[in-house]
């Protein structure tokens, strides 16, 4: 696609519910991002797929996050039994190769608000 | 690990002046980028403009310039001739060999008409 796409844009859920998060990458794009984003804080670093590679994991703040990457393209973030503190946009970016070099793309990310 | 640190939550210029944005960051790295995003409302990250610390000149895009001070570890955003449209939240970011982006907490820019 021409950007990065996330769906949905907005989701309300219950505490204690579990919630999936999309994202949809540039086209080709071999790098993937999360990151959340809690109000009026900076962005905060979750997981990184690249290519084939194991995910750098090391971001994902309890075991009740987890996150795929199916094909080398959409990538799901799921968190399992939802907290009020997981009220946050999650964001996510994707690059072509080191994003660095060639740049980051981000989505309009998804917020989450747990009641 | 690395830190970015954005020490102005809120800062306000008038419409057509000049404003600067204060970033300060930490690293033993010598291979490095640094950042400047742009959030508005609509919450997508926007490139603003982007540094290559082995790059001594500072770098330019239009309106907005950077002051990159490497011994200082200091990355300020300087925006000239200030738009109604530049209202928004800005990042200071940082990204090595590790590829992931490291941000401060952001500066909420105001635009007065």
């Known amino acids: 696609g021409a950007g990065v796409s996330q769906s949905p844009s907005n989701k309300v859920t219950e505490k204690g519910k579990d919630v999936e998060l999309r994202c949809d990458p540039i086209s080709g794009h071999t790098a993937l991002y999360w990151y959340r984003q809690s109000l009026g804080q900076g962005l905060e670093f979750l997981i990184y797929?690249?290519?084939?590679?194991?995910?750098?994991k090391s971001g994902l703040p309890s075991d009740r996050f987890s996150a795929e990457r199916t094909g080398g393209s959409v990538s799901t973030l799921t968190i399992q039994r939802t907290q009020q503190e997981d009220s946050a946009v999650y964001l996510c970016?994707?690059?072509?190769?080191?994003?660095?070099?060639?740049?980051?793309?981000f989505g309009s990310g998804t917020r989450l608000t747990v009641v | 690990a690395q830190t970015v640190t954005q020490s102005q939550p809120e800062m306000s210029v008038q419409e057509a002046e000049t404003v600067t944005l204060s970033c300060t960051y930490d690293t033993s790295e010598s291979d490095y980028y640094l950042f400047w995003y742009k959030q508005p409302p609509s919450r997508q990250m926007i490139l603003v403009i982007r540094?290559?610390?082995?790059?001594?000149q500072n770098a330019t895009e239009n309106r907005f310039s950077v002051n990159f001070q490497k011994a200082a570890k200091s990355f300020s955003l300087k925006i000239s001739d200030s738009q109604l449209g530049d209202a928004a939240m800005y990042f200071c970011?940082?990204?090595?060999?590790?590829?992931?982006?490291?941000f401060g907490g952001g500066t909420r820019l105001m635009v007065k008409p």
């Open positions: 970016a994707s690059s072509l190769g080191t994003g660095r070099f060639g740049g980051y793309t």
């Open positions: 797929f690249q290519g084939n590679s194991a995910p750098d």
């Open positions: 970011a940082y990204s090595d060999a590790g590829n992931m982006l490291t």
């Open positions: 540094q290559e610390a082995y790059k001594q």
